[in-house]
């Protein structure tokens, strides 16, 4: 009789942390089939599961305060405004991956996103999009076994990637691809079809 109620409450407590896994956020994208499988803390620390934005077309880019692209959070911001009401979400992952041009805190990322540029796009807490610390979301995005048409390394800062309602990568625009410009426009467009 003891065995069977250790046997029983060892069930439970496995089922039990087996749901709490399915709540955690990612470690690892091996086993991610799409975007909507991660969960990022956003500039605020609080946990955005990326299925929030299922139906929805969505441009993922890592951003950098202190960079030469820097000024393309008002083009972001400008196609943000433009296309929102049809369905595209932009979100913008703050990364110090190059030369060290996103130094600030998430405080100051906040600030200096608000003030300079009016950002109203979602932007999330600084991680790392390239190395051995690779946020689980973007070694999914360059992974080539995960991504075979898109993926390799980020390049620099304001690498762009375009996922389609079905959370299908279906776009991908390096650093001087202007977020305004025709060839992102015209993807955009196409995908929110």
């Known amino acids: 009789m003891k065995s069977k109620i250790v046997l029983a409450a060892m069930i439970l407590v496995c089922s039990g942390l087996a749901s709490i896994a399915k709540e955690m956020p990612m470690g690892g994208g091996d086993e991610a089939k799409s975007i909507y499988d991660f969960t990022l803390k956003d500039i605020e620390g609080k946990d955005v599961k990326l299925s929030s934005f299922k139906g929805k077309v969505v441009m993922l880019v890592n951003v950098a305060s202190k960079c030469g692209f820097t000024p393309q959070y008002e083009g972001l911001q400008k196609v943000y405004a433009k296309y929102q009401g049809q369905g595209l979400v932009i ?103």
């Open 91 to 193: 979100l913008g992952f703050p990364a110090n991956n190059f030369m060290g041009q996103e130094p600030g805190t998430n405080e100051e990322i906040k600030t200096f996103c608000s003030t300079k540029y009016n950002v109203t796009f979602p932007i999330f807490s600084k991680i790392s999009v390239k190395g051995p610390d690779i946020n689980p979301l973007y070694k999914f995005l360059t992974d080539k076994t995960t991504d075979p048409d898109f993926g390799g390394d980020i390049s620099w800062n304001f690498n762009k990637f375009l996922v389609d309602r079905n959370g299908r990568i279906i776009a991908r625009f390096n650093s001087p691809e202007k977020p305004e410009g025709e060839k992102v426009t015209q993807a955009i467009e196409t995908a929110l079809k």
